[in-house]
């Protein structure tokens, strides 16, 4: 019984149509999971804003803290002010002295810290204003994506299904001593079932094919890798 041969342009356009396949299917998760990546890059984006919009309102409420201190004091210095003019002894009116120069040191040291965290809170705008344009463009970029990913998917998957119809067609006509061999591998291997013979090499993991295979292979002959396992084919001349 004469050995089974194989059709060339079959096994060349079943590499085609998988490779074609592998690109489609990968385009088609792509979208999703680049519309996955953005809405998370979202979610960090806005608890970056909230992040910053939360430390400028501490800071604000402890601006309000530290001027309602500054007032208190300003009135305690008042009334010590009105106790020292009616000090009925000379140490009574050192003791409340001493302590409205102590309490003026106190308000400096309050005012000086307030005026820092004005500058600290007005510092927090520009941060928070650049973290914003960042979280929309961010938002922009998704929605480019997903716009882009729906007006595609319909023509990916109709590839898709076309090319899966044109693969059952070419493996029918694959020689039925190495069909199954070729169609679990293809299951499990996709574009990777299959490889030219490049130089005398596979192409699919450029070991040397031995010269009596590749005699094989000229003459038709269904023929496998003996390294890596793919259906080898001659390579279409440039």
Known sequence: ?????????????LHRIHKQLTD????RDRGPRQILAGEAGIKQRE????????ELKTVRKNIDQK???????????KDLDTKLNQAASNREYQILKDQIAADKMANSVLEDETIEMMDQADAFQ???SAAEAILKTTQEKVVASRKLFESQAAS???DIVRLEAE???????LPEAIRETYLRMARQRGEDALAEVIDGACGGCCQQVPV????????????????????LYVAEEK
């Open 1 to 13: 019984m004469p050995s089974p041969t194989v059709n060339l342009d079959v096994l060349r356009t």
């Open 24 to 27: 489609l299917k990968d385009r």
């Open 47 to 54: 608890g970056e804003v909230n992040k910053l919009r939360e």
């Open 67 to 77: 001027q309602l201190q500054l007032k208190s004091n300003e009135q305690k210095i």
């Open 126 to 128: 520009p941060k928070i």
């Open 156 to 158: 990916i998957h109709n």
């Open 167 to 173: 693969l059952l067609q070419c493996e029918a006509e």
């Open 212 to 231: 009596n295979v590749q005699s094989n292979i000229r003459l038709l002959k269904p023929s496998f890798c003996r390294t890596c396992g793919r259906l």
